[in-house]
Each structure stands twice: as structure tokens, then as C-alpha cells.
């Protein structure tokens, strides 16, 4: 994998189309490849895919119980994911975009269009990552955030704030501080 290129997650149990949409992002991206929702789940938290492309009907688990899996876990709910499915009806795009999908396309799509919105939403993702990689002063009250959220954003700039011109503080001591594994 060439590590500069961002990694895309399909998730599609028809082999033809898997294979076809390989095709289309293996040029520009790092594609990883699951037949079903289950393996897509697992390929999804062990290599954090910068994007998500997934069908919606499929054996194991749906693309709908993929999403909202995904979407729920703090490791993973930054990743956009795009629902592919055969169902147009305005219904189905409803439960799509429900689930927390960042788009929902219908089969068949058109290459250059799904290519294209590929290409954006990865891009919209890293303009964030790096707006707020550079931002010095985090303030909760920019963000979307709940009241857990708020406390524990207060505890980890008060613990920054007291040690973080001490030279022996390090990243175990900062874990410790705000009860939380060195890990996570």
C-alpha cells in the first residue's frame, strides 16, 4: 500500500461489482475489500478506511446496520460512508441518510459522479483534520458537543495547562490524568 494515498473500504457481496468498483479507485486510492457487512465492520476498525463504500443489501450484515455500527463507535464515526442500492425509492434514501450515511446512491450509478463524490468527501474530511490539527486553542463551545463531552474536553486542558511545560510529562502521565488507557 502506498502509504500516501488515502484507503477506501468497499463493502460489496457481488463479486463483479466489487471487482468493478476496485477498478474505478485503484489508481488514486489504497482499496481494501469485504464480500459482506460483518468483515466490512472488522476491515473498517482494524484499518481506519478514509472512506467507506458500501451496498446495501448483503448477507451477514446490511449496509444500513454497517453504518449505524460504524457511525456509533468514537473510532469510526468520522469515516463518510456512501450506501450503494437498487432501491430508489424515497423511502429507502430516507433510512439511509437515517443511518448516518454521508450519501446514498442508486444502482446503476454513474462512475464519474460516484469517482467525483469520493474525491470530495475525502477532501472535505481532511480540510477539517487539518483546520482543527492547527487550531492552538480548543474551545468546546465551537463544537457539537454533549455535556460528557464539554467535562472531559475542561479536564484534558486543565491537565494540558498544568503539566505541559514540565519536560518529564509524557504520554502515560497524561493518560493516567485524564482516566483514559495510553491507547485511546
Given at each position: 500500500m502506498d502509504?500516501?494515498?488515502?484507503?477506501v473500504l468497499i463493502v460489496e457481496d457481488n463479486d463483479d461489482l466489487r471487482q468493478l468498483?476496485?477498478?474505478i479507485f485503484e489508481e488514486h486510492y489504497?482499496?481494501?475489500?469485504?464480500?459482506?457487512?460483518?468483515?466490512?465492520?472488522?476491515?473498517?476498525?482494524?484499518?481506519?478506511p478514509d472512506l467507506i463504500?458500501?451496498?446495501?443489501m448483503m448477507p451477514e450484515k446490511?449496509?444500513?446496520?454497517l453504518t449505524e455500527e460504524l457511525k456509533n463507535d468514537e473510532r469510526t464515526a468520522h469515516i463518510p460512508i456512501i450506501l450503494l442500492t437498487a432501491k430508489a425509492g424515497v423511502?429507502?434514501?430516507?433510512?439511509g441518510v437515517?443511518?448516518?450515511?454521508?450519501?446514498?446512491?442508486t444502482k446503476p450509478f454513474n462512475k464519474k459522479l460516484l469517482a467525483l463524490k469520493v474525491e470530495k468527501l475525502i477532501a472535505s474530511?481532511?480540510?477539517?483534520q487539518l483546520r482543527y490539527s492547527q487550531e492552538l486553542v480548543l474551545l468546546p463551545k465551537d463544537l457539537s458537543v454533549t455535556n460528557l463531552d464539554e467535562k472531559f474536553l475542561n479536564k484534558v486542558e486543565v491537565v494540558l495547562e498544568r503539566n505541559l511545560i514540565e519536560p518529564s510529562f509524557n504520554v502515560t502521565e497524561f493518560s493516567d490524568a485524564v482516566g483514559m488507557s495510553r491507547m485511546q
Open positions: 502509504s500516501d494515498l488515502p484507503i468498483l476496485i477498478q489504497n482499496i481494501i475489500s469485504a464480500p459482506n457487512g460483518k468483515i466490512g465492520v472488522d476491515l473498517a476498525l482494524e484499518q481506519i463504500i458500501s451496498d446495501v446490511d449496509g444500513i446496520s423511502e429507502s434514501k430516507f433510512k437515517d443511518s448516518g450515511a454521508d450519501d446514498y446512491i474530511r481532511r480540510q477539517l
